[in-house]
């Protein structure tokens, strides 16, 4: 059974930071393409950052310079730091797993605002 269960979440300041954790099982994390993805109330899910098995990383305009994805193989995991968040940053955030020839998996999503 696979599952891909996202932590860290919570509330934040303008300016504040936050690591998202997302914890996979049931499946060969290392060949996976690890993404992270958003959906704020009445817009559409929107991609945020991705990692490839080899660690290579790419961002939404958005979020460069700010966010900061990253991955642990030995721990099954992947990560987004999220540095000098916005009040647009305000969204659920979800974790994504792919991989070629393979089934797509998400996880059920980790609800960040931020809010003075």
């Known amino acids: 059974q696979v599952q891909l269960v996202e932590s860290g979440g919570g509330l934040v300041q303008p300016g504040g930071s936050l690591r998202l954790s997302c914890a996979a099982s049931?499946?060969?994390?290392?060949?996976?393409?690890m993404a992270w993805y958003r959906q704020a109330p009445g817009k559409q899910r929107e991609l945020v950052a991705v990692?490839?098995?080899?660690?290579?990383?790419n961002y939404a305009d958005s979020v460069k310079g700010r966010f900061g994805i990253s991955r642990d193989n030995a721990k099954n995991t992947a990560y987004l730091q999220m540095n000098s968040l916005k009040p647009e940053g305000t969204a659920v955030y979800y974790c994504?797993?792919?991989?070629?020839?393979?089934?797509?998996?998400w996880g059920q999503g980790t609800q960040v605002t931020v809010s003075s």
């Open positions: 994504n797993a792919r991989a070629p020839g393979r089934t797509g998996y």
């Open positions: 049931g499946i060969m994390f290392s060949i996976y393409i």
């Open positions: 990692i490839s098995s080899d660690g290579t990383t």
